[in-house]
């Protein structure tokens, strides 16, 4: 069965960097894309980002292009997120999760939203 | 891109339909059929239960169904049972614009 299994939290000191996994099973890892969507703690959702596992292609939210950077390992079918430059704000909970590429235009593929299969969350803190 | 307009709020009865709204703007839910919703119980991870506006995923009860009409989407749960009491997220891609944005969610009270 499809499974997205993340690293574990993470305490971080303001300024530093986090670097979260996301191990994916039970299907083809290069025909999906990931995104990742975090949610502060009593907050909504806030989508960060997507990667195109067949290509690499990344598009970033406005609110984190320069700070973040989204990579995959097709080899051992994982898809990583690090955030950099941290502040008390960027406390949340991230999640990894499935995008179908339900929309792909002209060979390119574009985030659709249609998030079938989530990870389970990874908490990153970050306090001094 | 401005984050999609949820009310805060509905509550219902058990028994009763109800109605979610989701507003965007013709960039996104105007333009696209890429709308999806997802709910959420308290400590667990968001599920998808609608997608390209009117889609159900496996396992999805036929009881949540999502239609839209110009920027505005639109979430309904009929025979409203205990276990809806949820938040609920609407979303919508950008398309070729490659953004994704989420409303801010809505809490639904089962009475």
């Known amino acids: 069965q499809v499974q997205l299994v993340q690293s574990g939290p993470e305490v971080k000191k303001p300024g530093a960097s986090v670097k979260v996994s996301c191990k994916a099973s039970g299907y083809d890892f290069s025909t999906y894309g990931i995104s990742w969507v975090r949610q502060a703690p009593g907050q909504g959702l806030d989508w960060m980002g997507w990667?195109?596992?067949?290509?690499?292609?990344?598009d970033y939210a406005q609110n984190f292009q320069g700070r973040v950077t989204m990579t995959t390992d097709t080899s051992t079918t994982t898809a990583y997120m690090e955030l950099r430059n941290l502040t008390s704000d960027d406390t949340a909970v991230y999640y990894c999760?499935?995008?179908?590429?339900?929309?792909?235009?002209?060979?390119?593929?574009?985030?659709?939203?249609?998030?079938?299969?989530w990870g389970q969350g990874t908490l990153v803190t970050v306090s001094s | 891109q401005s984050a999609l307009t949820q009310p805060d709020s509905v509550s219902g009865s058990p028994g009763q339909s109800i109605t979610l709204s989701c507003t965007g703007s013709?960039?996104?839910?105007?333009?696209?059929?890429?709308v999806s919703w997802f709910q959420q119980h308290p400590g667990k991870g968001p599920k998808l239960m609608i997608y390209e506006v009117t889609k159900r995923p496996s396992g999805v009860s036929d009881r949540f169904s999502g239609s839209k009409s110009g920027n505005t989407a639109s979430l309904t749960i009929s025979g409203l049972q205990a276990e809806d009491e949820a938040d609920y997220y609407c979303?919508?891609?950008?398309?070729?614009?490659?953004?994704?944005?989420f409303g801010g969610g809505t809490k639904l009270t089962v009475l």
């Open positions: 013709s960039s996104d839910v105007g333009s696209y059929n890429l």
């Open positions: 979303c919508s891609s950008g398309g070729r614009r490659s953004f994704v944005l």
């Open positions: 999760a499935r995008d179908p590429n339900l929309y792909c235009s002209a060979g390119t593929c574009y985030p659709s939203g249609a998030f079938d299969y």
């Open positions: 990667i195109g596992v067949y290509d690499g292609h990344t």
